[in-house]
């Protein structure tokens, strides 16, 4: 069970912080954190439940969010000199059969096609769950020299896997990602690309959504279906548990070999291509949320939120519609600054309403603008992760708005980063492991890297290896020798390895 923290972080334990946690409408994370997350997207207007089975349907706040997203990515992408590509959502069954970890790996996810119209097709289609093996069939007709190398290349879309307990923006049926392929002459410029872009959603969520990740290489029982090595960066979330928010591959030739994507080299003779596959899906959603939201609901990371200000008009009926012309000519001002802003101009909603609505959106800062604040050339501003107020003359609140987000953004991080750091324990017995797993921690261990004893703790105490932190990752890269945890023999990695309970 968590302790209620306040918004610096300290812990709190009153009748008065549920109380206001009421008046949201949420239930306070401390209560029931997977009631807290399901009203916060629902509540917030990030998505709501789908007729069909298993997904979701995201609303305008949500869906600004993922283009916000989309955006900074795809200018990343670009930038290290990725193309964009295209490619149909259905695949013919025989391509996810041509690669044995592959099919064996996303069988029971698969969603099949079998007829279209009346007519039963010879061959069935799945829905994509992915997209090596299309790839692959094309690359094989485009690839002919060295010279055409490498390929690199992405897509944006969703794809179809089969979830039995569904939970928006975790785990739906259908989920909304892009993935990323490329193709090398060889295996030290395709690890490359999977080291380049694991760093590059390591700074996108460091920069960006201030949310501090663990880079790390899988173990072999949590690889990729078909890939030589998985790499991930695992966030904590306030509950303790773990949220794989992307993942690099190095696919070595596997996928070239089963769809013949090969190549002439320097030297005239014929080689199979190496190629990766990487990927952020609508998980990071999750993330943000279960990451930076308190009792009262969200707290966005002012770089992503689709608002970053919002300005409430605060009058009379007799001159209300004054009011919110003057919030409109507050907005421009800040929005000349590049500052995402919207003026809350609903009539007949008080302004405690207002105030409670946009801290359950997790609007990073709200500005008050009244007929005395007016004159007297004032406005109160707030921050979304302080209760305080501040009265400030209106020229130097918007001058300072890019400093106040980017300090808002400064603080989710440590926020984050030292609850990360609180809960990751150092652990060499194996009863202590199962009760700080219990806990709702993350227990770093050594461990033997036998897939029945990883499989074993998995049965003991519901927790997964989330990865080996990489030499250079910023959290938890220190060497060390030991020996496992359950079993007691040597470590396989060198270092401790990251268990927790994941989502």
Known sequence: MMCKMTKDGGKKDNKAQDKKAQQYGVTPQSADFNDWYNEVVKKADLADNSPVAGTMVVRPYGSALWENIQRWLDDRFKATGHESLIFPTLIPMGFIMKEADHVEGFAPELFTVSKIGTEELAEPYVMRPTSETIIGHMWSGWLNSYRDLPFLHYQWGSVFRAEMRTKAFLRTSEFYWHEGHTAHADEAEARAEVGQMLDIYHEFCRDVLALPVVRGEKTASERFAGAVATYSIEGMMRDGKALQSGTSHYLGQNFSKAFDVKYQ???????????????????????????????????????????????????????????????????????????????????????????????????????????????SGVVVVKNRNSDEKETLARADAVAGMPARLDAIHDWLYKRAEDFMRSHTLEVDDYETFKQKIEEGNWVRAYHCGDADCEKQIKEDTKATTRNVPLDDAEFFAEKGEGVCVRCGKPSAYGKRVIFGRQY
Not at 266 to 295: C, F, L, N, P, V
Request: aromatic fraction near 6%.
């Open 265 to 375: 080299t320097r030297e005239q003779k014929e080689e199979y291509a190496h190629t990766t596959s990487w990927a952020i899906s609508s998980r990071i959603i999750g993330a943000i949320i279960m990451t930076h939201g308190d009792d009262f609901g969200l707290m966005m990371p002012p770089r992503i939120a689709p608002i970053q200000v919002v300005v409430i008009p605060v009058g009379r009926k007799d001159n209300f519609d004054e009011m919110c012309a003057e919030g409109e000519k507050l907005a421009q001002e800040l929005r000349a600054q590049g500052i995402r802003v919207k003026v809350d101009k609903r009539d007949g909603v008080t302004n405690g309403f207002k105030y409670n609505d946009w801290e359950l959106k997790g609007v990073p800062v709200r500005i008050e603008l009244g007929p005395r604040d007016l004159e």
